[in-house]
């Protein structure tokens, strides 16, 4: 059974830190191209950064890019997203993808 499960989101303020993580389980995690996604009520779900299976080759949404950083770890199966310089514009909930399939999200605040 394919499970991606997020954590570590949560209320920040502007300008604050917080870390995603993903935990894979169910395929070949270090074959596949995972995705951080992000989405707004009303609003369609957007591509914040991807990674190679390796963790070599990222890119990042431009809004976002210097700020958030995309990496994994294939002996853990955990996929992270670090986030700085936090923005009331990236509230949102964030999710994980990889091959074909979805985590069910967290939630990221951030306000003061």
């Known amino acids: 059974q394919v499970q991606l499960v997020e954590s570590g989101g949560g209320l920040v303020q502007p300008g604050g830190s917080l870390r995603l993580y993903c935990t894979v389980s169910?395929?070949?995690?270090?074959?596949?191209?995972m995705n951080w996604y992000r989405q707004v009520p009303g609003k369609e779900r957007e591509l914040v950064a991807t990674?190679?299976?390796?963790?070599?080759?990222?890119d990042y949404a431009a809004h976002v890019r210097g700020r958030f950083t995309i990496s994994r770890d294939n002996y853990k199966n955990t996929l992270y997203l670090q986030m700085n310089s936090l923005k009331p514009d990236d509230t949102a909930i964030y999710y994980c993808?990889?091959?074909?399939?979805w985590g069910q999200g967290t939630q990221v605040t951030v306000s003061s």
């Open positions: 990674i190679d299976n390796a963790g070599v080759t990222v």
């Open positions: 993808n990889g091959f074909g399939y």
């Open positions: 169910g395929f070949t995690f270090s074959d596949h191209i």
